[in-house]
C-alpha cells in the first residue's frame, strides 16, 4: 500500500534520534515521556521513527497521516503486540483488546447501550451521584480530587451501564484498578526481564487482576440471577445483554468472555473521565478568571435548576471548558497500532508489525495547529477556528470505527458532574505546582501524586 506517485524510502532512513547502542531511547523515553515526544516530533517530523531495546517505533503526529491509519485505511492496521502485552493480561479479550470479526459483534452488542435515548436517561443518575458525594465533603476541607473523581465516576458507569450499586465495593475496585495503571506505566529495569520472571510489580498486578476477577464474577453472577428470575430483561444494561447473547449456533457467551467485556467497562468507562474531570477542576483552580466565566453561564442558563440532558446544549461555554481541558490534558495521550502489512506513511515503507505511536499529546499541543498551544484558553473554540481545525488535530477519543464507543456517554458525564460541582464548590489548589510535571505515561495521562485540593462552599 505505496503512497501515490512515491516509492518508499526504507524504515531506518526515516528521521529521529540516534539513541544509545542496545536500549535506543529507552532511558530518554523512560525519564520523561511526554517530553521525548515532544522533542522526536519537533525535530524530527511527522512521521518520525526512534529505537526502544531494537525495537523500531515509528512516531505518527502529522494529521494527515494519523487519518489514514485510523480512518481511510484502517483495515490495514491493528492493535498490535506492544499493545496487547499491556492490556490482555488484565482485560483478556475483552472489546479494548478485540480485532475482527469478533469485535464487531462485540461492539454490536454493547453499542444499544449508548444511543442518544438510553444516555437521556441515565443524566439524572449522575447528578445525582454527584451531589452525594459532594455532600460528604465539608467546607475548607482538604481533598484528593483525583480519588473523588474515581469514587464518582466509578459508581456512575457501574449504575448506568451495569444495573449495580457497588458503593461497597468501589475502594477494592479501586485499589485494583491503581495497581493495574501503575504497573501498566512501566518505568523499573525490572521490566525488561522475559514475561515469566514473577517481578514484585508482576506479582502486584496477579493480585489485583485475581481481586478484580473475583468482584467482577460476583457482579455477573448476581446479574445471572436476576435474568433467570425476569427481574431483568437483556435491553436492561450491559451485562444482562452480555448474558443473554446467543452465536450464531444459538451458544451462550461464556463467562470468561463476560467477565473481559464487564472490566473493560469498568476501567475504561471511568478512568478516562475522572482524569478529565480532575485535570479541569485543577485548570479552573489556577485559572479564576475562566472559572468566573463558567460560573455566571451556569448560573444565567439553569437558575436554580440541576444541570441535566436537555440544559447541557446550551451551556457552550461549559463545552469550551471540557474541550480545552481535553486538549491541553488529554486523558488519553496516545494510541498503537501495526500494520498488518507493509505500508507508506511519509515517504517511508512500515514493516508489517512494527508499532506505530499516535499521539494525541502531542498533536493537541502543537503549535501548527493551536496558537499558544500550552495555554488554558477555552475561549478559543470558536466556530471558525474548529471549521479551520484539521479533524485529526483534536482526537481525544481517538477516530474512526474504533472511536471510543463511549465519547458521548463520557462528554455529557464530564459536563453533568463539573457544571454541579462548580455550582456547589469552589476548589482551591493546595499544592503549588505544576500538575504537567507530575504525570505519567500509563494506558491513561495519570498523576504521579494527590491531585489534594481544599473545598470550599459556595
Not at 49 to 73: K, M, W
Not at 290 to 314: N, R
Request: net charge negative; proline share 7%.
Amino acid at each position: 500500500m505505496s503512497e501515490p506517485d512515491a516509492t518508499p524510502l526504507p524504515p531506518d532512513a526515516a528521521p529521529g534520534p540516534d539513541g544509545l547502542p542496545v536500549v535506543g531511547s529507552y532511558l530518554d523515553s523512560s525519564r520523561d515521556f511526554f517530553a521525548f515526544r515532544d522533542r522526536v516530533a519537533r525535530e524530527h517530523g511527522g512521521v518520525a521513527r526512534y529505537e526502544v531495546l531494537g525495537q523500531g517505533v515509528f512516531l505518527v503526529t502529522d494529521p494527515d497521516a494519523i487519518r489514514r491509519v485510523l480512518v481511510t485505511e484502517n483495515e490495514a492496521y491493528v492493535k498490535g503486540e506492544l499493545f496487547q502485552q499491556q492490556l490482555r493480561p488484565v482485560l483478556g479479550n475483552g472489546l479494548l483488546n478485540s480485532e475482527g470479526e469478533f469485535w464487531r459483534r462485540q461492539r454490536h452488542l454493547i453499542q444499544p447501550v449508548f444511543t442518544p435515548d438510553r444516555i437521556a436517561g441515565y443524566a439524572d443518575m449522575m447528578v445525582d451521584v454527584t451531589d452525594r458525594s459532594a455532600d460528604r465533603w465539608g467546607d475548607g476541607e482538604v481533598r484528593n480530587v483525583h480519588r473523588d473523581m474515581m469514587g464518582v465516576t466509578l459508581e456512575i458507569v457501574a449504575s448506568a451501564l451495569m444495573g449495580v450499586d457497588i458503593r461497597d465495593r468501589t475502594p477494592a475496585i479501586g485499589a485494583a484498578l491503581d495497581t493495574v495503571m501503575e504497573q501498566a506505566a512501566g518505568g523499573s529495569l525490572l521490566d525488561l526481564l522475559p514475561q515469566w520472571v514473577p517481578t514484585p510489580g508482576r506479582e502486584r498486578l496477579r493480585e489485583a487482576v485475581a481481586s478484580l476477577d473475583l468482584i467482577v464474577d460476583e457482579l455477573v453472577d448476581e446479574k445471572r440471577r436476576a435474568l433467570a428470575a425476569d427481574e431483568v430483561a437483556p435491553e436492561d444494561d450491559v451485562v444482562a445483554a452480555l448474558l443473554a447473547a446467543e452465536g450464531d449456533a444459538g451458544e451462550s457467551m461464556d463467562a470468561e468472555q463476560v467477565r473481559d467485556e464487564v472490566k473493560t467497562l469498568l476501567l475504561a468507562g471511568h478512568e478516562t473521565t475522572a482524569l478529565a474531570l480532575t485535570f479541569t477542576l485543577h485548570l479552573l483552580a489556577r485559572h479564576p478568571k475562566v472559572e468566573e466565566k463558567l460560573l455566571a453561564e451556569l448560573e444565567a442558563e439553569l437558575g436554580e435548576d440541576p444541570a441535566g440532558f436537555d440544559t447541557v446544549p446550551d451551556l457552550e461555554y461549559l463545552d469550551d471548558v471540557v474541550t480545552e481541558s481535553m486538549r491541553l490534558l488529554p486523558p488519553v495521550h496516545g494510541i498503537l497500532r501495526e500494520p498488518t502489512e507493509d505500508v507508506a506513511l511519509g515517504g517511508y515503507r512500515i514493516p508489517a508489525g512494527t508499532p506505530i505511536a499516535i499521539s494525541q499529546w502531542v498533536v493537541h499541543r502543537d503549535p501548527a495547529h493551536y496558537d499558544d498551544p500550552l495555554e488554558f484558553r477555552p475561549e478559543r473554540w470558536t466556530d471558525g477556528m474548529e471549521t479551520d481545525l484539521h479533524p485529526l488535530a483534536y482526537f481525544p477519543f481517538s477516530s474512526g470505527p474504533r472511536r471510543c464507543v463511549g465519547d458521548r456517554f463520557a462528554l455529557l458525564e464530564a459536563k453533568l458532574v463539573l457544571a454541579t460541582l462548580v455550582r456547589r464548590r469552589s476548589f482551591e489548589v493546595v499544592d503549588p505546582v505544576d500538575l504537567e510535571d507530575h504525570l505519567e505515561a500509563s494506558i491513561t495521562t495519570r498523576p504521579t501524586v494527590p491531585v489534594r485540593m481544599r473545598v470550599h462552599e459556595r
